[in-house]
């Protein structure tokens, strides 16, 4: 896997705008990153032709369902080649090992514990007593015990993460360069160098990128930060 930590999340609705953009920044970012607005869009003809760009696929999908549904959807994707796939914690453990057991050897299988969409009365108001904080950590850990290969969660929790999954590989979404400004629909937001410094592996920046004005000189200063 490239050494830039950077994977740009490609959420367009069209192939060829996504194609341009990534070319445009291949050289400052390490992967692209392909979730489900983009699947649902352009499904397999539109990962193989990211494919040409070079860089490794991380494909967002977000699996959520039964044990058996998720293992089928992950033999479906096989051919895909995604250097890593992204399940929902609360898939539970069996869900989570048999996703793992369906992935092959050269992917892989991250949990998403708790959006960076969320805050503390989200979850409340889906049932879930306490904070994110302590709700990624629990998940972190049912994900760590069913055999995958690490987590998604903001850059708040990575480094309380790191601390009990030493060698866990760790996905951090919901960043912004300068902090607490234009966050949109993001409510755990750190800067991509807070959370590289915290233990993230992949930094997830889409919008910072993808709708800067130019999106070249927005990778490359995000790039020179870290
Ligand atoms: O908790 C999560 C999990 C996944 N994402 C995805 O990351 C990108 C972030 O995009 P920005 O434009 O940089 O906000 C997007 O594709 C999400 O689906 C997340 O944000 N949070």
Redesign the pocket.
């Given at each position: 896997m490239n050494h830039n930590p950077v994977y740009l999340?490609l959420?367009l609705p069209r192939l060829d705008a996504a194609e341009a953009l990534a070319r445009k920044v291949a050289g400052h970012i390490g992967g692209i990153?392909l979730?489900?607005e983009f699947f649902c869009a352009h499904g397999h003809h539109g990962v193989l032709e990211m494919h040409k760009v070079g860089l490794p696929i991380f494909l967002?999908l977000?699996l959520h369902d039964i044990p058996n549904t998720v293992a089928s959807a992950m033999q479906a994707i096989h051919v895909l080649e995604p250097a890593i796939v992204?399940v929902h914690a609360a898939g539970g453990r069996a869900m989570m090992e048999d996703a793992k057991a369906a992935a092959g050897e050269r992917c892989k299988v991250v949990a998403?514990t708790?959006?960076?969409?969320l805050d503390e009365s989200d979850l409340a108001a889906t049932g879930v007593g306490g904070n994110p904080h302590d709700q990624a950590l629990r998940l972190a850990d049912l994900a760590h015990s069913a055999g995958l290969d690490g987590i998604?969660?903001?850059g708040h929790e990575v480094a309380g993460v790191r601390k009990q999954w030493k060698d866990g590989f760790f996905v951090v979404?919901?960043?912004?360069p300068s902090n607490g400004k234009a966050s949109?629909?993001?409510k755990r937001t750190v800067t991509p160098r807070e959370a590289r410094d915290a233990g993230a592996s992949v930094l997830?920046?889409?919008?910072?990128i993808?709708?800067a004005e130019d999106p070249l000189a927005a990778a490359i200063a995000i790039e020179a930060t870290l």
């Open positions: 999340a959420d990153k979730g489900l967002d977000k992204t998403v708790v959006l960076t969409s998604v969660c903001s979404p919901g960043l912004r949109g629909d993001q997830v920046v889409g919008r910072p993808s709708r």
